[in-house]
């Protein structure tokens, strides 16, 4: 199954990420996000009732939408998650714990990780893949140079990828990015556009079938 998710989320190339939307419209967000194309939905839990909404959003889109669980510090909330439904955690962090556990329960565990060290450390330990993070301040071209010496390990990027970067990070050799904000943008639900949000997704989705092969071996 790690294989197989991993390969999943290399071919829709995206994960989109929910922080912070307002109570009651997990929803109406992953309906618009579906629409628009996207597999892969992370639930932050950071949000305000975000375990229910994982397990109400598995029920409700688990044969269309991978839900998984993000912004996971600690073992404590990687059970949680776990227990919640969610499919795979994802960290901004590198905790041990969280990725044994993880690997023990048939879950994907994908730490955060910004150094060669903390990388090299984490697919050491069984990660199938790692969150290069924060991407966006380190600059697109840092996943380049970053891939030169580690191009075995299968890299996803998160913060600040928009769609006037996500090509040229992909074609760095990224196996997918996480899209917060710049996707899922948390004013336009609170006004209810979500024909929008689905438009956006769209063009993101177009974006990534625009991307051509890449190595990642």
Do not use: C
């Amino acid at each position: 199954m790690e294989k197989g998710l991993v390969s999943l989320l290399e071919e829709e190339k995206m994960v989109a990420i929910i922080r912070g939307i307002p109570s009651g419209s997990g929803e109406q967000t992953a309906k618009a996000l579906l629409a628009g194309g996207i597999s892969f939905l992370e639930v932050t839990l950071n949000t305000d009732g975000a375990l229910p909404m994982i397990n109400e959003l598995k029920g409700k889109f688990g044969d269309q939408l991978r839900i998984g669980a993000g912004t996971v510090l600690n073992l404590q909330m990687a059970k949680e998650a776990v227990q919640a439904g969610a499919e795979y955690i994802v960290s901004p962090n590198l905790d041990e714990e969280v990725l044994t556990y993880g690997l023990g329960q048939d879950v994907e565990v994908w730490p955060g990780t910004l150094t060669p060290t903390e990388i090299v450390r984490a697919y050491a330990l069984g990660a199938s893949a790692v969150k290069v993070f924060p991407i966006g301040s380190m600059g697109m071209k840092y996943i380049k140079d970053i891939r030169g010496p580690l191009p075995h390990i299968p890299m996803m990027v998160t913060g600040g990828v928009n769609l006037d970067n996500m090509k040229e990070v992909l074609g760095y050799g990224a196996i997918a990015v996480g899209l917060g904000g710049n996707l899922v943008n948390n004013r336009l639900i609170q006004k209810g556009d979500f024909e929008q949000i689905t438009q956006m997704a769209s063009a993101y989705t177009k974006l990534a079938k625009e991307v051509e092969a890449y190595a990642t071996k």
